[in-house]
C-alpha cells in the first residue's frame, strides 16, 4: 500500500504532501492509546461484549443484558457505560438507556452497512 493521502476538492483529487498529515496521525495514535490505556479491564470488557453483542442482537442493548453477558454487577455496568458514554469515543445510548453504538459498530442506519464472515449483518459507525 502507498503511502499516500488524496483530498477531494469539486471534481479534483489533489494529492496531500506526507510532511502535512504524517505528524498529525501520529499524534491521534499517542492521543488513542493513551485514551485507551485509562480504560480499566472493566471498561474494556463491557465495551467489547458491546460491540461483540450488537451484531448478533441486531437491536439496543440494555445494561442488564450486558450486566448478564459479562456477569457484573447491573449498578456497576450503569457507572461504566456512563464513563464509557462521557468519552463519546466509545458508544452512545438512546433515551431509554440503551446502548445503540459502540464504536465501530450501530444498530442506527447509517449509509455504511457491514455484512460479517459469521453473516451477522449490521452498520458501521
Not at 25 to 43: I, N, P, Q, Y
Not at 59 to 71: G, H, M, Q, T, Y
Not at 94 to 103: D, L, M, P
Request: proline share 6%; glycine share 4%; net charge positive.
Amino acid at each position: 500500500m502507498s503511502n499516500k493521502l488524496m483530498s477531494g476538492l469539486w471534481r479534483f483529487m489533489l494529492m496531500i504532501p506526507p510532511a502535512l498529515w504524517e505528524r498529525q496521525v501520529a499524534k491521534l495514535g499517542r492521543k488513542m492509546e493513551a485514551s485507551l490505556g485509562r480504560l480499566s479491564r472493566e471498561h474494556r470488557l463491557v465495551h467489547h461484549c458491546v460491540v461483540r453483542e450488537l451484531p448478533r442482537v441486531g437491536e439496543p442493548l440494555s445494561w442488564e443484558f450486558i450486566a448478564n453477558k459479562v456477569d457484573l454487577p447491573t449498578d456497576r455496568v450503569k457507572v461504566i457505560l456512563d464513563e464509557l458514554e462521557k468519552r463519546m469515543t466509545f458508544l452512545f445510548r438512546n433515551n431509554e438507556g440503551k446502548v445503540i453504538w459502540a464504536y465501530p459498530v450501530t444498530v442506527e442506519e447509517t449509509p455504511h452497512h457491514v455484512t460479517f464472515s459469521t453473516g451477522e449483518q449490521i452498520y458501521a459507525a
